[in-house]
T-cell receptor
Framework: EPEVTQTPSHQVTQMGQEVILRCVPI?????FYWYRQILGQKVEFLVS????????KSEIFDDQFSVERPDGSNFTLKIRSTKLEDSAMYFC??????????FGPGTRLTVL | AQSVTQPDIHITVSEGASLELRCNYS??????LFWYVQSPGQGLQLLLK??????LVQGIKGFEAEFKRSQSSFNLRKPSVHWSDAAEYFC?????????????FGKGTTLSVSS
């Protein structure tokens, strides 16, 4: 069964450093998302991506964040200068036109 | 405002007993509704979804949920809980007719199963 994959599973970085979180969505899906979950809190939407551009973003997704689909398979989230409060679990998700979103296993980002 | 409320933060159920997890939503558009389960350290697994049609939907692992439009609810049920069901459960809502719209999640309910 096809699934969304994410790398790395755990990323530790120093405050102010750039990180790139990687995702490989399910191959025939058209919509791609990043969500995050701060420890003990609910899952929050960051950004959606369709047809090679951002279709929607939340207020969390400020100028420090960017997304890219550099090739036909990868979907990346870049945080330009990490802050302590960026520590969270980051989930990638993908979906077809009318389907449920399928989530990856997540990347746990720890900012020291 | 669009929101999902899961009133129960933590529920403990005896193994073999029935389970109901509550979910209420506030959403301007006609909703798609979902339940996801998250085991410790794992991602979100789709349990079931409601798009349209029969308001009682069946999911994986013996779970079902009923959409009640008049109550804006989508409660999750299971007739007999197994120890492996211990996890965190999230209710989520998305917009119909807006294929790319992001999901709004509730805060989750942690289910513990006692023997």
């Amino acid at each position: 069964e096809p699934e969304v994959t994410q790398t790395p599973s755990h990323q530790v970085t120093q405050m102010g450093q750039e990180v790139i979180l990687r995702c490989v969505p399910i191959s025939n899906h058209l919509y791609f998302y990043w969500y995050r979950q701060i420890l003990g809190q609910k899952v929050e939407f960051l950004v959606s991506f369709y047809n090679n551009e951002i279709s929607e973003k939340s207020e969390i997704f400020d100028d420090q964040f960017s997304v890219e689909r550099p090739d036909g398979s990868n979907f990346t989230l870049k945080i330009r200068s990490t802050k302590l409060e960026d520590s969270a679990m980051y989930f990638c998700a993908s979906k077809r036109e009318t389907s449920a979103s399928f989530f990856g296993p997540g990347t746990r980002l720890t900012v020291l | 405002a669009q929101s999902v409320t899961q009133p129960d933060i933590h529920i403990t159920v005896s193994e073999g007993a029935s389970l109901e997890l509550r979910c209420n939503y506030s959403y301007g558009a006609t909703p798609y509704l979902f339940w996801y389960v998250q085991s410790p350290g794992q991602g979100l697994q789709l349990l079931l979804k409601y798009f349209s049609g029969d308001t009682l939907v069946q999911g994986i692992k013996g779970f079902e949920a009923e959409f009640k439009r008049s109550q804006s609810s989508f409660n999750l049920r299971k007739p007999s809980v197994h120890w492996s069901d211990a996890a965190e459960y999230f209710c989520a809502v998305g917009a119909q007719n807006q294929a790319g719209t992001a999901l709004i999640f509730g805060k989750g309910t942690t289910l513990s199963v006692s023997s």
